[in-house]
């Protein structure tokens, strides 16, 4: 094996994946400016009620519930580069408006969630297409690294985008600017994305027929070693990651922290995600399914003992453990499950995945949010981690009967076609 292939940031030789990893820094860390510019904004317009937060929360992912299946298909079907210009720039369209209103002090809390419904409806296309892009960059081999790599500069944006839009709030007296400049960083994916080589993506031929959001999930359906750990992500997804909502609850309302203070809170749990994302760089192929469960559970328990935190500095610590444990549970099922799918499916298995993972905020939202209204903004961390406890338990249960089963790890049969036509693979 050579030194190049042994090295973590491996992926980074392939120059169109240079080029997305440099777009994405940017606009990632613009995106997380802006979501803790928009729960604060929030929480101003409303007197810190966890219902507003919850609403616009649900608003956000809404079309994510709704339409990510489509874009999935979407993602199978056209060239996903093309697709990702398109989102990009929609995106920038809808933050600046937003900015706008605000710098005008015109916004009113309806604005709000208008903006994130239809930032919403963007990332149905932009999230699944995006995820299925990494392999045309990189090929197969690379793609657990490439895959872990992006992970890692989400998170790095994750930990300078909070901070910085903390400390922008709190110096320029709004939040204007900070969405303003959100709205500028998506040009730089929609410039890395331009200049890319589109000779030296690894595209699949192009499809014999239309593809077809059913196929995908008889797909899944089919595979007892994909549908375990999807389902598992509904249920951790669905309780246990409402950070969005939960952490600001629990900065203002309990330990009554500034923006400032609001922003290193986020920003420590961002930083667990990046050493996890770092750690998975290591991984060289498929992770087992135990490896998935291992992982939620003890997820489940750190986000429980984040909300039994006694202060400020130790809910600092134990976000950190949880930003690790969440992120190391992502990766594992995400890479369990599209490096167990057959090429031709992948985008629309993994908009199941986005669907499941980031579609159930809408409800996950209301229900954590309505809990944390009623019993104080700990009970949100108590009521997600206890949930995802119980989820893993029954995940390794049926793990078990899965492992006893044919191998899981053989090659992926393909479902019947129902199209009428010869099964090929699906050009994006």
Same mark, same amino acid.
């Given at each position: 094996?050579?030194?190049?292939?042994?090295?973590?940031?491996?992926?980074?030789?392939?120059?169109?994946?240079?080029?997305?990893?440099?777009?994405?820094? &940017?606009?990632?860390?613009?995106?997380?400016?802006? @979501?803790?510019?928009?729960?604060?904004?929030?929480?101003?317009?409303?007197?810190?009620?966890?219902?507003?937060?919850?609403?616009?929360?649900?608003?956000?992912?809404?079309?994510?519930?709704?339409?990510?299946?489509?874009?999935?298909?979407?993602?199978?079907?056209?060239? #996903?580069?093309?697709?990702?210009?398109?989102?990009?720039?929609?995106?920038?369209?809808?933050?600046?408006?937003?900015? &706008?209103?605000?710098?005008?002090?015109?916004?009113?809390?309806?604005?709000? %969630?208008?903006?994130?419904?239809?930032?919403?409806?963007?990332?149905? @296309?932009?999230?699944?297409?995006?995820?299925?892009?990494?392999?045309?960059?990189?090929?197969?081999?690379?793609?657990?690294?490439?895959?872990?790599?992006?992970?890692?500069?989400?998170?790095?944006?994750?930990?300078?985008?909070?901070?910085?839009?903390?400390? !922008?709030?709190?110096?320029?007296?709004?939040?204007?600017?900070?969405?303003?400049?959100?709205?500028?960083?998506?040009?730089?994916?929609?410039?890395?994305?331009?200049?890319? $080589?589109?000779?030296?993506?690894?595209?699949?031929?192009?499809?014999?027929?239309?593809?077809?959001?059913?196929?995908?999930?008889?797909?899944?359906?089919?595979?007892?070693?994909?549908?375990?750990?999807?389902?598992?992500?509904? @249920?951790?997804?669905?309780?246990?990651?409402?950070?969005?909502?939960?952490?600001?609850?629990?900065? #203002?309302?309990?330990?009554?922290?500034?923006?400032?203070?609001?922003?290193?809170?986020?920003?420590?749990?961002?930083?667990?995600?990046?050493?996890?994302?770092?750690?998975?760089?290591?991984?060289? %192929?498929?992770?087992? %399914?135990?490896?998935? &469960?291992?992982?939620?559970? @003890?997820?489940?328990?750190?986000?429980?003992?984040?909300?039994? /935190?006694?202060?400020?500095?130790?809910?600092?610590?134990?976000?950190? !453990?949880?930003?690790?444990?969440?992120?190391?549970?992502?990766?594992?099922?995400?890479?369990?499950?599209?490096?167990?799918?057959?090429?031709?499916?992948?985008?629309?298995? !993994?908009?199941?995945?986005?669907?499941?993972?980031?579609?159930?905020?809408?409800?996950?939202?209301?229900?954590?949010?309505?809990?944390? /209204?009623?019993?104080?903004?700990?009970?949100?961390?108590?009521?997600?981690?206890?949930?995802?406890?119980?989820?893993?338990?029954?995940?390794?249960?049926?793990? $078990?009967?899965?492992?006893?089963?044919?191998?899981?790890?053989?090659?992926?049969? $393909?479902?019947?076609?129902?199209?009428?036509?010869?099964?090929?693979?699906?050009?994006?």
């Amino acid at each position: 094996m050579t030194r190049a292939w042994a090295h973590p940031f491996r992926s980074l030789a392939v120059r169109n994946f240079r080029l997305f990893a440099a777009g994405q820094v &940017v606009s990632v860390a613009g995106t997380w400016m802006m @979501v803790t510019a928009q729960d604060w904004l929030v929480l101003e317009l409303t007197g810190d009620s966890g219902t507003a937060l919850g609403v616009v929360t649900a608003a956000q992912f809404t079309p994510l519930l709704l339409l990510t299946l489509y874009g999935g298909r979407l993602a199978d079907r056209y060239d #996903k580069r093309v697709l990702l210009v398109l989102a990009n720039l929609a995106s920038g369209v809808l933050a600046l408006g937003l900015a &706008v209103l605000v710098l005008c002090d015109a916004v009113r809390l309806w604005h709000i %969630g208008l903006f994130a419904l239809g930032l919403g409806v963007v990332n149905a @296309v932009e999230v699944p297409t995006r995820m299925s892009f990494v392999s045309e960059l990189v090929g197969a081999d690379l793609l657990p690294n490439a895959s872990a790599l992006s992970a890692a500069y989400f998170n790095v944006a994750r930990i300078a985008g909070p901070a910085l839009a903390g400390l !922008l709030i709190t110096g320029l007296g709004g939040t204007g600017p900070v969405m303003a400049a959100n709205a500028a960083s998506y040009l730089a994916t929609v410039v890395g994305l331009r200049a890319m $080589r589109p000779g030296e993506l690894h595209r699949p031929p192009r499809p014999a027929a239309r593809p077809r959001v059913v196929d995908g999930l008889r797909h899944v359906r089919a595979r007892p070693d994909l549908l375990l750990p999807v389902c598992l992500v509904a @249920v951790v997804g669905l309780f246990g990651l409402n950070f969005q909502l939960t952490l600001p609850l629990l900065a #203002k309302t309990v330990f009554h922290a500034d923006a400032a203070a609001f922003g290193l809170l986020t920003s420590c749990f961002a930083a667990g995600s990046l050493l996890a994302a770092f750690a998975t760089t290591a991984r060289r %192929g498929r992770p087992s %399914g135990r490896q998935v &469960v291992y992982s939620a559970l @003890v997820f489940g328990a750190l986000e429980a003992a984040t909300g039994w /935190a006694p202060g400020y500095a130790a809910a600092a610590a134990l976000l950190f !453990l949880t930003g690790f444990a969440a992120l190391y549970f992502a990766q594992a099922a995400n890479h369990r499950i599209q490096l167990g799918s057959a090429p031709e499916f992948r985008g629309r298995v !993994l908009a199941l995945y986005t669907l499941i993972l980031q579609g159930s905020t809408p409800l996950g939202a209301l229900l954590v949010g309505a809990l944390s /209204a009623r019993l104080g903004a700990r009970s949100g961390f108590w009521a997600g981690g206890l949930v995802s406890l119980a989820a893993g338990l029954a995940a390794w249960a049926a793990e $078990r009967r899965v492992r006893d089963g044919p191998d899981p790890d053989g090659p992926p049969p $393909r479902p019947p076609d129902h199209s009428g036509t010869d099964r090929r693979a699906i050009r994006p």
